[in-house]
């Protein structure tokens, strides 16, 4: 089992709908989860970043993370055409739990105009 | 502004041949690694570089090896390359003393093709 999954998708909606992208993962050490957003033939740059459980906006995009449950979800609002890229969501523990970033295959989107 | 910059968007070699992947960053930051990208796989970790002339093997080190003589420049190796390793391979750095960082600037990546 991998320590963290994602759906690879593609996943493609119409213009302005909610769009709901989400990880599970394995290794309850983990405590940071972010998000990267990457555009075709770029590298990957960070989105959003939470620390532990709870849930964090930045505009049209919210994250939120579940401790319990092993599961984290990023949230778009108001999807636009510029958002198409793929996500990848990202996780690592703290000072016991261990530095490497562990990241997800990523999921496709689309949003038609 | 973060840059990340890497020698080469493109590259082809043949099956055998030794290849450098070179990957410079004008932050200053203490932290470099090397992934590779493949469909499905999503970003693996090859080596990174906590300090300069330090390096610690990722989850994929067969085949690699790496170099790191100056803080800003981290080369990635290829001693024999095989088809095996065409991919695209990603260049991240990252400040914060041992890894405690959160954030990863990465580069544009380079698509490389072994014949």
């Known amino acids: 089992q991998k320590e963290v999954e994602q759906d690879p998708g593609p996943l493609s909606v119409p213009e302005g709908a909610i769009v709901s992208l989400n990880c599970t993962y394995s290794n309850s050490a983990f405590q940071y989860f972010m998000w990267y957003r990457q555009y075709s033939r770029k590298g990957p740059e960070l989105l959003m970043y939470t620390y532990s459980s709870g849930n964090k906006e930045d505009g049209r995009f919210t994250a939120q993370v579940d401790k319990s449950s092993k599961y984290i979800s990023l949230f778009i609002r108001d999807s636009q055409p510029s958002d198409s890229a793929t996500y990848l969501c990202?996780?690592?523990?703290?000072?016991?739990?261990?530095?490497?970033?562990?990241f997800g295959a990523g999921t496709r989107l689309f949003v038609k105009a | 502004d973060v840059k990340v910059t890497q020698s080469s968007r493109y590259l082809v070699k043949r099956t055998g041949e030794k290849v450098f992947l070179e990957c410079v960053q004008d932050?200053?930051?203490?932290?470099m690694f090397w992934y590779r990208q493949d469909p499905g796989l999503g970003l693996r970790l090859i080596y990174f570089?906590?300090?300069?002339?330090?390096?610690e093997k990722g989850d994929i080190p067969e085949g690699y090896s790496v170099s790191r003589e100056k803080k800003e420049r981290f080369s990635l190796i290829l001693e024999s390359a095989s088809t095996n390793q065409t991919s695209m391979y990603l260049c991240?750095?990252?400040?914060?003393?041992?890894?405690?960082?959160?954030?990863?600037?990465f580069g544009p990546g380079t698509r490389l093709t072994v014949l």
């Open positions: 570089s906590y300090d300069v002339k330090m390096k």
């Open positions: 990202a996780m690592k523990g703290g000072w016991t739990g261990g530095f490497k970033t562990i």
């Open positions: 932050m200053d930051h203490e932290n």
């Open positions: 991240a750095s990252s400040s914060g003393l041992a890894g405690g960082d959160n954030e990863q600037f």
